[in-house]
């Protein structure tokens, strides 16, 4: 079936650095890829939807300087948190639609997340 | 915009008890609707969605485009089904649907108790 691998599974840094966080579809090509931030027992919130050779879409209120989103490749797409601080620390999941029929929308694949703890 | 609300942030029942999450949508168009399930320490996966017509793990959902709701129902809950449930939904189908972003609900977070 498909995967998506994320890397790392949790990173410690320290504030004012900066944080990469990868996304890879394993067997599959994802054009597109979605970034999500999870609190803890909390919503999954979209932060961004990653298009493979051009610019990401952030959605509404996410810094796009803060996290920059590369996606160079069919099968990976990059997080880069910038300048982390305390409030950055959080869950940092991201999906790919996942190969499907045609005329049906694919099931997203996510992977297993980045617990980000910025001190 | 679309939206989806699941009303009930927690849902807590008995094993063997029937249980019932809410998800409410707004869409215009032809929505296609989804539960994901996120059990505990393991990620996010699909669990149905509408247009599959099926039962995963005697979960079912069905489309009330009246009530623009998409209920996911069992009647007799396990233990097991303790878990973080999300109600998603998206406009168009078709490959190109791929590329478009879901509308996520808040969740609910089920504890099904022995």
Known sequence: ????????SWVICKSGTS?????????????????????????????ATSNEGS?????????????????????????????????????????????????LRAPLHFGNGTRLTVT | AQRVTQPEKLLSVFKGAPVELKCNYSY????????YVQYSRQRLQLLLRH???ESIKGFTADLNKGETSFHLKKPF???????????ASGGGTGNAGNNRKLIWGLGTSLAVNP
């Open chain 1, 1 to 8: 079936g498909a995967v998506v691998s994320q890397h790392p």
């Open chain 1, 19 to 47: 944080v990469k966080i990868e996304c890879r579809s394993l067997d599959f090509q994802a054009t597109t890829m979605f970034w999500y931030r999870q609190f803890p027992k909390q919503s999954l919130m979209l932060m």
């Open chain 1, 55 to 103: 610019k990401a879409t952030y959605e509404q209120g996410v810094e796009k300087d803060k996290f920059l989103i590369n996606h160079a490749s069919l099968t990976l797409s990059t997080l880069t948190v910038t300048s982390a601080h305390p409030e950055d620390s959080s869950f940092y999941i991201c999906s790919a639609p996942g190969p499907g029929p045609l005329g």
């Open chain 2, 28 to 35: 215009s168009g032809s929505p296609e609707l989804f539960w």
């Open chain 2, 51 to 53: 247009i599959s017509r």
């Open chain 2, 77 to 87: 809950a396990q233990e097991e089904d303790s878990a973080m449930y999300y109600c």
